[in-house]
């Protein structure tokens, strides 16, 4: 039976602490990156520790349309190009993956011919119009008439006057708007200034990560005053690259360990990991006493795996930073504090874009029945899973929903002695 013909998990708190070895698998942003830029690449790429879920799978299979060749072979993906994306014969459906959609919208405008880049409903309410003012600045012709995908792509540029394209782009609402200009730039016939208006970078680790992909590659990034990249048009090196394990699918193993008292080894210190929510690690080993207030705003994929932990926290925990978090796979602030309530009212409360947990260690061990909905949302199950490691009762409907970043998940757990009744 897969998990996606499921229309539930109940989960039963475990007899004994949670052991084993995990290995989580590889990192859904470094894969994402190393798949486009290897496309962009003339000749053979591997990556190794890739991830295999549907988000790389749009991504891939996005790819392949546009006349790239990518084999995937365990955890292996061997990609070869011409280094040049070719027009598709028919839109492009990336499901709800942020980064396929980003990525693939900037990159696409080298596209000779027509692109339609198009997802599920909930990628229909994910907003693209930063991106698409940013390269219509370029003097591309791209159009997304919601504001959100589907995205037309009329491939072709003009030259710059002055010989260097310049880009102002507004990353306060999502960070993947500036990772998709920059993984683009260097297939530009010209030097790309790449600048970040507005506040801030909504989750800035994450414009670290792009940019060490995109060296590993062969770019020349030349990092400018503020937040400023020159990029040259050197185009990118066929490369073999190492994927390391998602440090955000890491949350719900550490979190696991943390609640039960356990050993969970997932053969890779969070010290050793590049990704943004790799800091989580810190925050979760304070369980259950944590701060007062937690800022979400540079972890905001580790932040359902926290909110839910704080239901059992000694204090109550003011989450801040979260403004993002409305726009990603669901409104993850409307869901955490929904669900909570739903396992007990009173539990969480929204305030402006912060949600406060009101924990109580002593709700371990009580009865608390509750079927969450999971809005699609791999967070929200893979999270809510968690709240079963302490209280009866808890069932996650739709927990096939999983496979968008940690299709292994349920196996996993149930490896390290979470025990799992499957609903079909
Ligand atoms: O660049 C990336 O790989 C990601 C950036 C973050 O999104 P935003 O930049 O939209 O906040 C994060 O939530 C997402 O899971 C992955
Ligand atoms: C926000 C997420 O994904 P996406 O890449 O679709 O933005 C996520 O994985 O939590």
């Known amino acids: 039976m897969q998990d996606n013909q499921l229309s539930a998990m109940d989960i039963t708190p475990p007899p004994q602490p949670l052991r084993g070895k995990v290995v989580p698998p590889g990192s859904k942003s470094i894969t994402n990156r190393a798949l486009l830029v290897a496309a962009l690449s003339k000749g053979t790429s591997r990556m190794t520790g890739a991830l295999t879920s549907d988000d790389t799978r749009h991504m891939a299979n996005a790819l392949r349309a546009m006349g790239v060749d990518v084999v995937a072979e365990g955890t292996t993906l061997t990609v070869t190009s011409s280094g040049v994306l070719r027009a598709p014969s028919e839109p492009l459906f990336l499901g709800n993956a942020g980064t396929a959609m980003r990525f693939l919208t900037a990159a696409c405008a080298f596209v000779d011919g027509t692109v339609v880049l198009n997802g599920d409903e909930h990628m229909q309410r994910r907003p693209i119009a930063p991106l698409v003012k940013a390269l219509t600045a370029l003097g591309v012709d791209v159009s997304a008439p919601t504001g959100c995908p589907?995205?037309?792509?009329?491939?072709?540029?003009?030259?710059?006057?002055?010989?260097?394209?310049?880009?102002?782009?507004?990353?306060?609402?999502?960070?993947?708007?500036?990772?998709?200009?920059?993984?683009?730039?260097?297939?530009?016939?010209?030097?790309?200034?790449?600048?970040?208006?507005?506040?801030?970078?909504?989750?800035?680790?994450?414009?670290?990560i792009t940019l060490a992909v995109m060296r590993a590659f062969g770019a020349e990034v030349q990092q400018e005053e503020g937040l400023s990249w020159l990029i040259q048009p050197t185009g990118y090196r066929a490369t073999d690259y190492a994927i390391e394990p998602d440090a955000s699918a890491a949350t719900y193993l550490w979190a696991a360990e943390k609640m039960t008292g356990g050993a969970i080894d997932i053969g890779v210190a969070p010290a050793a990991m590049n990704q943004p929510d790799a800091r989580a690690y810190d925050m979760i080993a304070q369980f259950p006493h944590f701060p007062a207030e937690i800022d979400g705003a540079q972890m905001q994929d580790a932040i359902p795996t926290l909110a839910v932990m704080a239901m059992f926290n000694a204090g109550p925990v003011r989450f801040t930073g979260l403004a993002n978090l409305r726009v990603k796979e669901t409104d993850r602030v409307r869901a955490l504090s929904t669900e909570l309530n739903r396992i007990l009212p009173g539990l969480a409360v929204e305030e402006r874009d912060d949600l406060i947990v009101h924990g109580d260690p002593a709700l371990a061990g009580r009865h608390l029945p509750a079927a969450i909905f999971t809005y699609s949302d791999h967070r929200i199950a893979m999270s809510f899973a968690l709240a079963g490691l302490k209280v009866t009762g808890i069932r996650i409907l739709d927990p096939g929903c999983v496979s968008k970043t940690y299709p292994e998940y349920w196996r996993d757990m149930g490896a390290l002695g979470l025990p799992l009744t499957p609903i079909t």
């Open 150 to 208: 589907p995205v037309t792509i009329n491939g072709g540029l003009s030259a710059p006057a002055g010989g260097v394209a310049e880009v102002k782009i507004d990353g306060s609402l999502s960070s993947q708007y500036v990772s998709a200009l920059l993984m683009a730039a260097p297939a530009a016939p010209w030097p790309v200034r790449v600048q970040v208006g507005g506040d801030a970078i909504g989750s800035q680790g994450y414009v670290d």
